[in-house]
């Protein structure tokens, strides 16, 4: 049974402030921290909650040298939450960012593997249906399939989404726009860091 279906409301409530704020924290926060953040006004009670997710391996035992409330890794990769890691260029090769918090995705959308989201900057994708502003899941690899797109990483510096073709000594790089022309490189020029396996959309402003 996956523990976050025994949580209380408060737990619950509780156990997601701590992975919604978790990159917000320069340390763990406290319990008095915590109390103050979530408007918990009895220091004891909040230990009592605290104590049910430590059970349930959502939050790290106290120890005499830890200071703070610390999710555990099982916390983190639980259900259906991946990293958003920064952006990735589907136009020309930009500098990959890496901005890690934790995005909550469909389990339809995601593979059995270690995946990672990226936000999409460029249209050279939009044949494709990949648009910019985007959400990729990728599926971490360092192999790929000739035709898949792929998050190519080139001279370990700038990342793109791109087709791939492969052949000794040699990748081609294919976007999906027709005014757009493909990229060649050695192929020690190229490494691959994922595969994509998913894709998400926001309509709107609000």
Not at 45 to 57: G, M, N, R
Not at 65 to 77: K, P, S, V, Y
Not at 90 to 112: C, R, T, Y
């Amino acid at each position: 049974m996956n523990a976050r279906h025994s949580l209380t409301r408060r737990q619950q409530e509780i156990y997601d402030f701590l992975l919604q704020h978790n990159a917000d924290f320069a340390n763990p926060p406290t319990l008095d921290e915590l109390c103050q953040a979530i408007g918990i006004k009895s220091r004891g009670s909040l230990h009592k909650h605290i104590q049910a997710l430590v059970e349930a391996k959502l939050i790290q035992p106290a120890n005499g040298r830890q200071r703070g409330i610390r999710l555990t890794e099982n916390a983190l990769e639980s259900d259906n939450l991946i990293p958003m890691m920064g952006f990735i260029a589907a136009g020309s090769p930009i500098e990959a960012i890496e901005n890690p918090e934790m995005m909550d995705i469909p389990e339809l959308l995601k593979s059995q593997g270690s995946c990672y989201i990226l936000q999409v900057k460029g249209e050279s994708m939009i044949e494709d249906g990949i648009l910019d502003g985007d959400w990729v899941i990728i599926e971490r690899r360092s192999h790929a399939r000739n035709g898949e797109i792929v998050v190519a990483l080139i001279d370990g510096v700038d990342a793109t989404l791109k087709h791939i073709e492969q052949h000794p000594g040699e990748i081609i790089l294919h976007p999906a726009n027709s005014t757009i022309g493909s990229m060649r490189f050695p192929s020690t020029q190229v490494e691959i860091q994922g595969v994509l396996v998913g894709q998400m959309r926001r309509y709107g402003n609000s």
